[in-house]
């Protein structure tokens, strides 16, 4: 399973950007998707994340200003940063996890991700 994220750039502060990670290859089912995210010189952060039950959940600094959603058929999360500020500045990274078939025929839990879409937002 492979996951390619789109959509970052360069934005001023106050503007807006919609993030989208699209999943191929084969998979049984998704448990979550979500999107993280790693500023120059800090740890990787969870931003936002969604169930397959579509409930989902936020670190405090982005509430209100980000959202995230998915579209089923396509296997794809999105990110609608909205109202960004200079601490938004980050490489973003999305994430899946699920369940797949093996070669055997048996499933497999499993965890993908992205391989990162530069945001940066100019003060």
């Known amino acids: 399973v492979q996951l390619q994220a789109s959509g970052g750039g360069l934005v001023q502060a106050g503007g807006s950007l919609r993030l989208s990670c699209a999943a191929s290859?084969?998979?049984?089912?998704?448990?979550?998707m979500a999107w993280h995210r790693q500023a120059l010189g800090k740890e990787r952060e969870l931003v936002a994340r969604?169930?397959?039950?579509?409930?989902?959940n936020y670190e405090d600094s982005v509430k209100g200003r980000f959202t995230i959603s998915r579209d089923r058929a396509k296997n794809t999360v999105y990110l609608q940063m909205n109202s960004l500020k200079p601490d938004d500045t980050a490489v973003y990274y999305c994430?899946?996890?699920?369940?797949?078939?093996?070669?055997?025929?048996?499933?497999?839990?499993?965890?993908?991700w992205g391989q990162g879409t530069k945001v940066t937002v100019s003060s």
């Open positions: 994430e899946l996890d699920g369940s797949r078939y093996t070669d055997w025929g048996t499933i497999e839990v499993f965890r993908s």
């Open positions: 290859g084969t998979i049984f089912s998704i448990n979550a």
């Open positions: 969604i169930t397959n039950e579509d409930k989902t």
